[in-house]
């Protein structure tokens, strides 16, 4: 028995040193746009694997089924449009995808003066 006590405290030790997702980066899209389809040609596929995505982590929505537990500041109206989201509430937003060269460094500025994200590239195209 007491060898699972040494393990059970060590499994929970390490699970508590695990960095909380308080913030999340939310994607309002719809059907047929063609600027969400450039955004997930050049950027979707190295979104997860950067310092901004690992910091907030991607989540999509349909611009016409906002769903409930999203509180944003003012209607969404275009797309694709980014939300900087903690615990639920809009913090900050990004209306279109300016392109790749842009997007990186806007959304390290938005989630460095909104979350607690620290920018420690030299370099676009995150991490």
């Known amino acids: 028995m007491r060898p699972f006590r040494h393990l059970a405290a060590a499994a929970a030790a390490a699970f508590a ?6 913030a999340e980066l939310v994607m309002v899209e719809q059907p ?3 600027w969400c389809a450039r955004w997930n040609a ?3 596929p190295i979104y997860p694997k950067t310092a901004e ?3 907030a982590p991607l989540r999509r929505v ?8 999203l509180q944003v500041a003012r209607r969404v109206m275009f797309t694709p449009t980014f939300l ?3 615990d639920g509430e809009e ?32 370099a676009t195209g995150g991490s």
Do not use: Q
Not at 17 to 22: D, I, Q, T, Y
Not at 96 to 114: I, K, M
């Open 84 to 86: 900087v989201v903690e």
């Open 32 to 34: 047929g746009c063609e």
């Open 53 to 55: 995505g690992k910091h």
């Open 42 to 44: 050049e950027i979707a």
């Open 17 to 22: 040193a695990l960095p909380a997702w308080a």
């Open 91 to 122: 913090r900050a937003r990004l209306e279109g995808y300016p392109g790749e060269d842009f997007f990186w460094p806007l959304l390290a500025d938005l989630l460095s003066a909104h979350t607690g994200f620290v920018d420690n590239t030299n």
């Open 62 to 69: 349909d611009l016409r089924a906002l769903p409930d537990d």
